[in-house]
């Protein structure tokens, strides 16, 4: 039976740090479906579709399937047959909402675990957030986002 796991995100856009938790995330799982979250609620810098892009882009070659998915991320994992949610976790900070997430996820279905990773070091500052604040003032962002992301949020900010 083949290992899937799902790790979501707005991935608004993706950084190295997401990167870093797929590559560690197939060496647990034999694929990995990066699900693209959609969130009316949310004010998103790129589409779906430009998310889904840079996805593709930056994990070719890799076990991995790029979607998207809205409404109860639970009910997403069971409809791909997946055996496991990957979260990414920075900092303490990251935990508790995490954990409080994982547990309900647990309570709606506990088949499906939820397995936390841990950045490495290098990208425990890094956040979607602050990779596009810090593009938008026209910042370096070698080693932040793979080069095809930083290509697509200069054109997006006109650097």
């Known amino acids: 039976m083949t290992k899937l796991a799902i790790y979501p995100g707005s991935f608004d856009p993706i950084t190295n740090g997401h990167l870093d938790v797929i590559k560690r995330a197939l060496k647990i799982f034999d694929k990995v479906v990066v699900a693209v979250g959609e969130n009316p609620n949310k004010k998103y810098l790129f589409t779906v579709k430009e998310r889904k892009d840079m996805l593709g882009n930056v994990t070719k070659g890799l076990n991995v399937e790029v979607d998207h998915f809205s ?46 990773i841990m950045t490495r070091g290098m990208y425990s500052y890094l956040s979607a957030s602050i990779v596009k604040e810090a593009a938008s003032l026209g910042a370096n962002l070698n080693g932040m986002v793979p080069d095809y992301v930083e290509e697509k949020l200069k054109k997006k900010f006109k650097h």
């Open 71 to 116: 409404g109860l991320l639970i009910d997403y994992a069971k409809k791909k047959k997946a055996n496991a949610i990957v979260r990414g976790l920075r900092a303490v900070s990251d935990f508790d909402y995490e954990f409080q997430t994982a547990l309900m996820n647990r309570k709606l279905d506990s088949r499906i675990e939820t397995i936390f």
